[in-house]
C-alpha cells in the first residue's frame, strides 16, 4: 500500500474545487507586533484522487474560461450546485468551450473503452475471456452519459457534479477500511509466524513485541487537534511566534498557503506535523509510518467536523474563528492516538481470519482444478505425441514396403527381359 500518497491524494472536493480555483489572493491587514504575511500565487486545483480526476479538473479549468458560468458559479451556493441548477448554465457557454467539452469527453470515452479493453484481455489470459458488452460495461462509469458519446451535454455536468460529490464522501472511509484490513493483515501474519517458531523463539518475539508497543506508547502529550494549546504549538515552533501574541486570523492567514481564503484538507494536515513527530519516527522500529498517515487522517476529519460547518470540506476564515470562541477550542485533554483506539476487534480479526482462510481454500481448489486441467492436456498431448509417432512409423512401414514392392517390380521386369533375350535363336538375331 502506498498510504502516504494515497491521503496526500485526498484533495478538494468537486465544490470546493470550483470556489477556490483562480481565487484572488488575501492580502494580510499590518498589525503591530504581527508578522507581515506576503501574498501568495493563486491556488492550483488539487488532486481528487479519482479515477476520472484528470478529466474533471480539465472540464472545471474550461468551465471556468466561460464569462457567463464563471459569474454564475461565483454566485451559486453549495445546494444550487448539488441540485443540478448550475448544470443547467451549461446552455449558454460560449461555442468554443463547449467544443472543447465535447473533445474532453470523447476523449474519457476512449479512455474507458481503453480500460475495458484491457480487462477483458487480462481475462482472455487467464481464459475467462468473452467478447466484451462495452455499452453494459460502460455504466458502471456513472460520472458521464455513455449513451451519447460524442457531446458534452447538461447531464454530464450533472452526472460528474453528483458523481464527484458521492465519490469523495466516501473517499476517507474507503482509507479507513483500507487501513483495518491493513492492520488486522499485520497482526495476523505475526501470529502465523509466531506459529512456526519455537517455544524459547516465540517467547522472546512475543517479549520484543511487547516491548516495541511500550516504546511506541511513551511519548509526550499528543494536543487535541484544532484545540487552543495545538495551534499555539505551531505558532511558536513551526512559526517562530511568542504564544502570548497567538491571533486566530493571523494564524488562519500565515497557514492558508494557497491564498484562496480557505483552508483545505491538506492545509490542514499540514498543521498536525509537530503532533504526529512526537508519536512516529521513520527511524523507530516501533513507529509504522502507515499509520502515522491514518493518525493524520483522523485528525483532519476531528477538525473538520467540529469546525467546518456548512460541510464543503473547507474551512473558511469565519468557520474558523468560530471555532476559537467555542468552549472545545480551550479542550485541554489529550488526543487518544491510534494505539489507544484499537481500530478492530479479536472478534473482527477472526472472522477476517476466517475470510483469509476461506480465500485460501478457493485458491487452493482453483489450483487444484488448473492443475488437473494442466495434467489432463499433458496427457491428451502426449496421446496425440504418441498418435503422431504411430503415424510416423506407418507411414514410413508404406514408404518402405512401397520401396521394396517397386525393386521387385524392377527386378521381375528386368527378369522378364533378360529371359525374352535368352529365348531369341541366332537366326532371329541375325535377321535383326
Known amino acids: 500500500m502506498v498510504w502516504s500518497k494515497a491521503l496526500a491524494r485526498c484533495g478538494l472536493v468537486l465544490l470546493s474545487l470550483w470556489l477556490c480555483i483562480h481565487s484572488v489572493p488575501i492580502s494580510v491587514e499590518k498589525a503591530k507586533d504581527k508578522p507581515e ?18 478529466y474533471l479538473r480539465e472540464v472545471i479549468e474550461y468551465l471556468e474560461k466561460d464569462p457567463h458560468f464563471r459569474e454564475k458559479l461565483k454566485n451559486a451556493n453549495m445546494d444550487d450546485i448539488k441540485q443540478g441548477k448550475l448544470s443547467k448554465e451549461l446552455d449558454f457557454v460560449q461555442h468554443n468551450f463547449r467544443t472543447k467539452l465535447d473533445e474532453l469527453k470523447r476523449e474519457e470515452m476512449s479512455r474507458l473503452r481503453m480500460l475495458i479493453k484491457a480487462k477483458h484481455d487480462l481475462r482472455e489470459g487467464n481464459g475467462e475471456g468473452n ?25 454530464d455536468l450533472d452526472r460528474l457534479i453528483q458523481s464527484a460529490t458521492s465519490d469523495l464522501e466516501n473517499y ?23 506459529k512456526t517458531m519455537s517455544e524459547e523463539d516465540r517467547r522472546k518475539e512475543e517479549q520484543h513485541y511487547e516491548e516495541m508497543k511500550k ?52 492545509e490542514l494536515e499540514a498543521l498536525f506535523t509537530k503532533e504526529l513527530e512526537k508519536v512516529y519516527d521513520p527511524t523507530n522500529e516501533e513507529d509504522d509510518m502507515v499509520e502515522m498517515e491514518e493518525e493524520r487522517l483522523r485528525m483532519r476529519e476531528h477538525v473538520m467536523n467540529e469546525v ?29 492516538t491510534l494505539d489507544q483506539n484499537p481500530v478492530y476487534t479479536e472478534e473482527e480479526l477472526r472472522e477476517y481470519e476466517r475470510q483469509l482462510a476461506n480465500e485460501e481454500n478457493d485458491i487452493n481448489t482453483k489450483a487444484a482444478e488448473l492443475q488437473k486441467q494442466r495434467e489432463e492436456l499433458e496427457r491428451k498431448q502426449e496421446e496425440l505425441n504418441t498418435q503422431k509417432l504411430g503415424l510416423k512409423q506407418a507411414m514410413d512401414e508404406m514408404e518402405r514396403i512401397k520401396g521394396q514392392s517397386l525393386k521387385a517390380e524392377v527386378k521381375r521386369k528386368y527378369d522378364i527381359g533378360n529371359s525374352r533375350l535368352l529365348s531369341v535363336s541366332p537366326r532371329e538375331v541375325n535377321t535383326l
Open 37 to 54: 504575511v506576503e501574498q501568495l500565487e493563486p491556488p492550483q486545483s488539487a488532486d481528487t484522487g479519482l479515477h476520472y480526476d484528470r
Open 131 to 155: 467478447t466484451p458488452d462495452h455499452q453494459a460495461l460502460l455504466k458502471q462509469f456513472e460520472h458521464l452519459n455513455h449513451m451519447n458519446p460524442h457531446t458534452f451535454e447538461v447531464e
Open 215 to 266: 516504546k511506541h506508547a511513551n511519548h509526550p502529550k499528543v494536543n487535541h487537534p484544532g484545540s487552543e494549546d495545538q495551534l499555539k504549538e505551531v505558532w511558536q515552533e513551526a512559526d517562530g511566534l511568542d504564544p502570548e501574541d497567538f491571533d486566530p486570523k493571523t494564524f488562519f492567514k500565515m497557514h492558508d498557503s494557497n491564498g484562496d481564503g480557505f483552508l483545505d484538507e491538506s
Open 308 to 336: 467546518d460547518t456548512n460541510k464543503d470540506r473547507l474551512v473558511s476564515l469565519s468557520e474558523f474563528i468560530t471555532a476559537t470562541k467555542k468552549e472545545e477550542f480551550h479542550e485541554k485533554d489529550e488526543w487518544e
Open 172 to 194: 476517507d472511509k474507503k482509507h479507513h477500511d483500507e487501513f483495518k484490513r491493513y492492520e488486522m493483515t499485520k497482526e495476523h501474519e505475526r501470529r502465523e509466524r509466531l
